[in-house]
C-alpha cells in the first residue's frame, strides 16, 4: 500500500513539475506582415518636348530715308505698326545638370499674318519737283494716262507692313524645384517682313485720283536676336505647360534699292502646352 501510493505521488510530482516547466517557456510574437513601400519615380526635366502656343505681340518699327549721304529718320505716326495674335509650334530638350539647374536649347515657328497701312503727310508739287514726282512714277512702271502733272496736284505717301511669320532659336537656363522651373532664355530671331511703299496723286482742282500704285514692295528676311523669360510647370510627368514674356529685334534692312532703312522689334507674351518624351 505505501508502495502504491508512493508510486502515485512521485509520478504526479513528475507531471506538476514538467507543467511548471513548460508554463515557463516564452514563445516568441508572430512578425506583424509589413506592406511593400512604393516609392514615386522622382521627375526628371531631362529629355525632349514639342508643343504648340498662342499669344499676342506688339512692334515698333522705324524707317530711315537714305538721300545724299544723310539719313532722314519718318515721322513714326506715319508708320504702320504692327500687332496682334500669332500661333505656332515649338520643341527642344533640357538636360539636368544637377542641384536644380538646367540648361536647354528651344526653337520655335509663329504664324502671324498681320498687316498695317499709314499714310504720310500730304504735299502739294512744287513747280521745281513736277519732274522728280515724274521719274519717281516712270521708275516704278505707274502710268498716269492722259493726264499731265501740274504744279499744285498733292502727292501722298503710304506704307504697308506685313509680317508673314517670326521664329527664334535659343539657350534657355532653368532653375527647377521640383515641377516648377522659372527660367531665362536668350538666341537668334528671325521673321519675314514685307515692306510696300506706294504713291497717290490727285489733281488740284477736282481731287480725282491721277495716278497710284506701289513704289516699292519687298520682302525681306530680318535677323537679330531675341531675350526673354517664363516658367515651365510639370502638370504630369509628360505635360509641361508654359507661360513666357519675350522681347526681340530682328534688326534692320535696306529697301527699294537701299532708299531707306527699316528696323523692327516686338515685344510679346505667350502661353504653350508640351508632351515631353
Not at 522622382?42 to 505681340?57: A, C, E, N, R
Not at 499674318?113 to 502739294?124: Q, S, W
Not at 516648377?180 to 497717290?200: E, H, K, N, R
Not at 520682302?219 to 509641361?240: C, E, H, P, Q, S
Amino acid at each position: 500500500m505505501n508502495m502504491k501510493w508512493l508510486i502515485t505521488a512521485s509520478a504526479f510530482a513528475l507531471v506538476s513539475v514538467s507543467a511548471a516547466h513548460a508554463a515557463d517557456v516564452i514563445v516568441p510574437p508572430q512578425p506583424t506582415p509589413v506592406s511593400p513601400v512604393i516609392v514615386a519615380p522622382t521627375f526628371s526635366w531631362t529629355g525632349f518636348y514639342i508643343g504648340g502656343q498662342v499669344g499676342g505681340f506688339s512692334s515698333k518699327t522705324k524707317m530711315d530715308i537714305l538721300s545724299n549721304g544723310k539719313t532722314i529718320p519718318v515721322n513714326d505716326e506715319f508708320l504702320p505698326k504692327l500687332s496682334g495674335f500669332m500661333g505656332g509650334l515649338y520643341a527642344g530638350s533640357n538636360v539636368d545638370l544637377g542641384n536644380g539647374l538646367i540648361l536647354g536649347v528651344d526653337t520655335d515657328f509663329m504664324w502671324s499674318d498681320k498687316d498695317d497701312t499709314k499714310t504720310g503727310k500730304v504735299y502739294e508739287i512744287a513747280p521745281n519737283h513736277v519732274a522728280y514726282v515724274n521719274k519717281i512714277l516712270k521708275d516704278a512702271g505707274i502710268k498716269i494716262g492722259d493726264n499731265v502733272l501740274k504744279p499744285g496736284d498733292k502727292r501722298a505717301h503710304s506704307f504697308t507692313f506685313k509680317e508673314k511669320w517670326a521664329g527664334a532659336t535659343r539657350i534657355r537656363i532653368g532653375f527647377a524645384a521640383e515641377r516648377i522651373m522659372p527660367y531665362v532664355a536668350g538666341g537668334i530671331a528671325y521673321t519675314q517682313l514685307q515692306d510696300i511703299a506706294s504713291v497717290s496723286i490727285t489733281e488740284k482742282d477736282t481731287g480725282k485720283v491721277i495716278a497710284s500704285g506701289n513704289l516699292s514692295d519687298e520682302r525681306k528676311t530680318f535677323v537679330g536676336y531675341t531675350l526673354g523669360a517664363g516658367v515651365d510647370l510639370a502638370m504630369t510627368n509628360n505635360i509641361i505647360v508654359r507661360a513666357e514674356y519675350r522681347y526681340s529685334d530682328f534688326g534692320k534692312k535696306k529697301f527699294s534699292n537701299d532708299k531707306y532703312e527699316t528696323s523692327h522689334k516686338t515685344n510679346d507674351f505667350r502661353v504653350g502646352v508640351a508632351y515631353k518624351f
